[in-house]
């Protein structure tokens, strides 16, 4: 008899992959270019370390060991989230965006990642039909393949999503007998992509939910992070109580590390959605920690937040315009996002985006290519730079190394 063993390739592993489900295949990883720890890292939107506020959160975290919640926070608590938390985020979800609502309307999630997940998992069967835009992030996209959904894609412009050709996709998939069970869109300072969805597109998306019969998942990331222009009503305010479900973080505004996200809808919706959510609750401890923090700083810490990253994005686009400015018909198309995260590029006709990634890679340089944000992974002539991580120093030269990587791929 052969004794089972752990290692890749043997017969023990070999019958462990028979059992798994379908739904347990593995997924794509995220594919990033340029080493890992690469010297300038535009892969991931992570927020900006030297703007994390230490000394505050250590100052709460003092508070609330020193007091009453001490305890609490170290114990099991409310699977929906501390009750304090979703008061504070009630109250800036009214004070920021005009929205009225109460915390029993509010779900505490592990990160708006598991949200996003929770909610399809709650209104998709496996191999139903659900629509995205085409690009859109991958963190949405995900579980959407994981439940094997038939995933379609609808195009952005500068309004985002073609609302003209998502009600013609939604007709063809009616007419098909599959229609389409869920939208999921990202109305504010899109990623990757960076545009924002107009104020009519939303309207009409929102009576398509009803003329269709669909959820929309309005996954707003960056909402807060507007560096001009005037704020766009959310889709969740617009559209009949329950045909959205509106999906936020703490992740770009206060830390990443934190895992808190937030679902919003409507009472019956949010306790369906606790009754799914698998992470034995939202944990106490942060969600005291995110809410003793945000009711004494928050809006100040935004504030302050919204001029370091739009000077990061000016850093960028100031890099790239001095890289090409020798070699204009070589410049990549961008829009300047006037919010957010990210730069999105569509790479000249004729330059190899495999040669351009080496070329980055090579100078330190690490972004994340355009296939990765595509259901059915076009998008190779894509790419998405973050500026949000990098000081402006470094954005200056990451967009000179870009520009130099892309030139070089082009003559070689
Ligand atoms: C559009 C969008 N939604 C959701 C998330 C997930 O953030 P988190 O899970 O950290 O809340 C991100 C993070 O990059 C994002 O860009």
């Excluded at 960076?194 to 959820?215: K, M, P, T, Y």
């Excluded at 790239?320 to 000249?348: C, H, Q, S, T, Y």
């Amino acid at each position: 008899m052969t004794t089972p063993s752990t290692h890749a390739g043997t017969p023990a592993l070999a019958n462990l992959d028979s059992l798994y489900s379908q739904i347990a295949a593995p997924l794509p990883p995220v594919q990033f270019t340029g080493a890992t720890g690469a010297r300038y890292n535009m892969g991931a939107g992570q927020p900006d370390p030297a703007s994390l506020p230490k000394m505050e959160l250590i100052e709460t975290l003092e508070g609330i060991f020193s007091g009453p919640e001490g305890d609490l926070a170290l114990m099991y608590g409310d699977a929906a989230g501390f009750i304090g938390l979703r008061e504070v985020l009630a109250a800036k979800l009214k004070r920021w965006e005009g929205i009225e609502t109460n915390p029993k309307e509010l779900l505490i999630v592990n990160g708006s990642n598991h949200g996003l997940a929770t909610v399809a998992q709650a209104f998709l069967n496996v191999g139903d039909t659900a629509i995205c835009e085409a690009p859109t992030f991958m963190g949405g996209l995900r579980p959407l393949r994981q439940l094997q959904a038939k995933v379609h894609g609808i195009p952005l412009d500068d309004d985002g999503m073609r609302i003209d050709l998502l009600e013609a996709k939604l007709k063809e998939l009616v007419d098909a007998g599959t229609p389409a069970k869920l939208v999921y869109t990202i109305p504010n300072f899109h990623n990757p992509a960076g545009v924002n969805l107009s104020l009519s597109r939303r309207h009409r998306l929102a009576e398509l939910a009803d003329l269709f019969n669909f959820v929309i998942l309005e996954d707003d990331a960056y909402g807060e992070l507007r560096f001009s222009g005037e704020h766009i009503a959310a889709i969740y305010t617009m559209a009949t109580p329950g045909r959205v479900v509106r999906s936020a973080t703490l992740s770009k505004i206060l830390s990443a590390g934190m895992r808190v996200g937030y679902l919003l809808a409507p009472e019956p919706v949010i306790a369906r959605l606790n009754a799914m959510k698998l992470d034995g609750g939202a944990s106490p401890f942060t969600n005291r920690l995110a809410a003793g923090y945000y009711s004494q700083h928050g809006d100040a810490h935004i504030h302050q937040l919204i001029g370091i990253y739009r000077h990061k994005r000016d850093a960028l686009v100031r890099g790239l315009e001095e890289g090409f400015a020798d070699a204009p018909a070589l410049k990549p198309v961008w829009r300047i996002p006037n919010g957010g995260f990210f730069l999105w590029m569509r790479l000249p006709d004729g330059v190899d985006p495999v040669k351009v990634a080496k070329e980055a890679g090579d100078r330190g340089v690490a972004y994340v290519g355009g296939p990765a944000f595509f259901a059915d992974g076009s998008g190779r002539e894509y790419i998405r730079l973050a500026w949000s991580m990098l000081s402006e120093p470094d954005l200056v030269t990451a967009g000179h190394l870009v520009a130099e990587s892309i030139k070089v791929a082009a003559h070689s």
